[in-house]
């Protein structure tokens, strides 16, 4: 049994090779702006409050983007699409830039280019998806899902630290700078991908009943509810990423705030680096739930020692681990079980699950921790997300009964 990651396609797919470079380079772009944002908006504010409202101001347009992106998706050609949402929020980088430039950066306009540039993620993503499934052979589905954990993984550990270095030795204008060009690596990326056929579409309904297909496809699938249920729980409960601003600040460090993000990517860097066996578990709403289940453990014990730094990462990365092994299992049942017809709208569907749960959850941390204090904030956040899970499970046999076919 091979245990390490297989890189074979790569190797084998040219169009999956370049779209996966230049993905690779944009998202690790992206993961440094992520850390840029909120550590601007608490440097001038100094309010945990205000920096859980941007990932709320974020996640509004993303509710109703996401899933006109699925429809989107299946009616158009993904790659144009690709092109088209990439173009504008490398833009977008660019107006993060000139508001830093400015002598006294205006708060208002990093929520409102955030809004937009979400609202264009939420376009982005199902596009993506869906013609990741297009142009990859259905053998290939597990190891797909192992070289995205890798993607997510690298990025989420280099783009917070790099972040953290270039906003200290080379302030925020230059910071949101990087990205921009990292967007402009994925757009050359992208052009070099050929062959992409526009999805086959026999008959044309309204997009709004064209929407309602594809959620009415979702309902009808109890293993795919659970898969966003039980994801969406975890993220909104036990993903407490809005307090690492104060977290870093009580450590007295910028550094500390790439650290802190970072660390979960370690955990996911080595799962995905041994997720090999992987492939041969089938019954992948158990390893969806105890994975889960695992995560909130974990940031419970990052609650109670987050004032021993080195215990608190380590538990962050043992929680970015758990993360990793449910999204491994997460794509690879979706991309299973899911027709390629669909696919775009379901991708919309599944980015609202796991993009708001975090957006909610740094509300909701923001919000418990200006009540109750940070550790009460995290602590409880992880007790909620096991207690949630396993009410999932109950209410949902299929999901946790389900075996893949493959």
């Known amino acids: 049994m091979n245990y390490f990651i297989n890189l074979s396609l790569l190797r084998r797919n040219r169009n999956f090779r370049f779209i996966y470079i230049g993905q690779f380079v944009s998202f690790l772009g992206t993961m440094i702006t992520s850390v840029a944002l909120p550590y601007q908006i608490y440097h001038e504010t100094h309010s945990t409050l205000m920096v859980g409202l941007l990932s709320l101001f974020q996640l509004l ?12 998706a299946d009616r158009h050609h993904r790659k144009r699409l690709l092109i088209l949402s990439e173009t504008f ?12 430039a400015l002598a006294v950066p205006k708060i208002w306009v990093l929520f409102i280019v955030s809004m937009i540039m979400s609202a264009i993620n939420g376009l982005h993503r199902p596009a993506l998806e869906s013609l990741m499934q297009q142009i990859v052979a259905k053998d290939d589905f597990p190891m797909l899902g192992s070289l995205s954990t890798f993607t997510y993984s690298v990025s989420m550990i280099a783009g917070p630290a ?27 990326a992208l052009s070099l991908i050929t062959n992409i056929t526009k999805p086959i579409v026999t008959h044309v309904e309204s997009v709004f009943t064209s929407l309602i297909q ?5 309902k009808s699938r109890q293993e795919l509810l659970g898969t966003y249920f039980v994801d969406f729980i975890a993220m909104v409960f036990g993903m407490p990423m809005a307090l690492f601003p104060a977290i870093a600040h009580a450590y007295g460090d910028v550094k500390v705030l790439g650290m802190l993000y970072s660390a979960p990517a370690v955990g996911a860097l080595f799962i995905s680096f041994a997720s090999g ?3 041969h578990i089938k019954r992948h709403g158990i390893g969806i739930s105890i994975a889960a289940v695992l995560w909130g453990v974990s940031i419970i014990f990052f609650g109670l020692l987050t004032h021993q730094l080195w215990f608190a990462l380590f538990f962050l990365a043992l929680a970015g681990g758990f993360d990793a092994i449910s999204g491994i299992f997460r794509q690879t049942m979706w991309n299973e079980s899911i027709p390629n017809t669909y696919r775009g709208r379901l991708a919309g569907i599944e980015m609202i699950s796991y993009m708001s ?15 109750f204090g940070i550790t009460a904030s995290i602590v409880s956040g992880g007790v909620f997300c096991v207690v949630g899970v396993g009410i999932c ?6 999901f946790y009964r389900y075996k893949s076919a493959g």
Do not use: R
């Not at 347009?61 to 989107?72: D, E, Q, R, S, W």
């Not at 977008?92 to 830039?97: D, I």
């Not at 499970?393 to 299929?398: G, Q």
């Open 61 to 72: 347009p993303l509710l109703f983007t996401a899933l006109m992106g699925g429809v989107l």
């Open 89 to 100: 929020l490398a833009l977008g980088c660019l107006a993060l830039a000139l508001n830093a």
């Open 162 to 188: 790099i972040g953290g270095l270039i906003i200290a030795h080379f302030g925020l204008l230059n910071t949101y700078i990087v990205d921009f060009i990292s967007f402009l690596i994925s757009l050359i």
């Open 214 to 218: 594809g959620l009415q496809y979702a």
């Open 277 to 279: 066996w992987t492939k």
């Open 357 to 371: 749960g975090p957006k909610l959850g740094d509300t909701e941390a923001g919000l418990v921790a200006a009540a």
């Open 393 to 398: 499970c109950y209410f949902l046999p299929k």
